[in-house]
């Protein structure tokens, strides 16, 4: 339930729809993914393979311990530091699938590092969304520090892409800072606006949204 809930809190956000259940391409038993990747101790993944006259095989690898403990403290219920580590693993899947689901549902080709640069947005802005719905009178100002000053690329998960997941979290980082500043600075009378930047800039291409964030002040 928990992975149909953050694909809904996804689509509501960038108001986009895809017509596939997270769920249908759920897998939790490691033996199931493909040889080469088997041995990674990551607790999600996402595989995708050609699967011939132009179409995508797809599926999301997420650790059956982690879902366990998701069910146990609901993120979305109430999202604590006891379970934000859990959510964000569990977020970045879904996001992936989402994103790649959405465009190859409009005909357009998603890079690693477009892919990385989504999820890393995703997770700052679901989370205030969440966040905010569980505690309106809060900002959640923490979300940034915890989100891009105190995180680390393990070089063993990473496996030789440490340079696209950097770039993909600077980026983010510069673009979530524009949104938290709009956010902070009018508050909920400025969410459309948000939400209606959010959704320009979740259409837009790899390159382009790079040349974006790279214009903003």
């Avoid at 038993?29 to 011939?52: H, K, N, W, Y």
């Avoid at 989370?127 to 995180?151: C, I, N, Y």
């Avoid at 983010?172 to 949104?179: K, L």
């Amino acid at each position: 339930m928990i992975l149909r809930q953050l694909q809904e809190l996804i689509g509501g956000i960038y108001d986009v729809s895809i017509a596939h259940d997270v769920y249908d391409f759920l897998v939790t038993d490691r033996r199931r993914l493909p040889a080469a990747m088997r041995s990674q101790s990551t607790d999600e993944q996402l595989v995708v393979a050609s699967a011939g006259a132009g179409e995508l095989g797809v599926s999301l690898y997420l650790d059956p311990q982690l879902l366990e403990r998701l069910r146990r403290a609901d993120p979305i219920e109430a999202l604590n530091q006891g379970n934000v580590a859990d959510y964000w693993t569990a977020l970045e899947g879904v996001s992936h699938f989402v994103y790649l689901a959405w465009n190859s549902g409009h005909d357009k080709q998603v890079s690693l590092l477009e892919l990385e640069l989504q999820a890393e947005i995703d997770k700052y802005v679901a989370s205030w969304w969440l966040l905010k719905r569980q505690l309106p009178e809060r900002f959640p100002a923490e979300l940034m520090r915890l989100l891009f000053e105190r995180t680390r690329i393990d070089p063993e998960l990473a496996a030789g892409r440490e340079a696209i997941y950097r770039r993909a979290s600077l980026y983010a980082e510069r673009f979530c800072r524009r949104i938290e500043r709009a956010l902070r600075e009018r508050g909920a009378a400025n969410e459309r606006e948000v939400l209606t930047e959010l959704r320009r800039f979740y259409r837009l291409t790899d390159a382009r949204k790079r040349a974006h964030i790279e214009s903003l002040p």
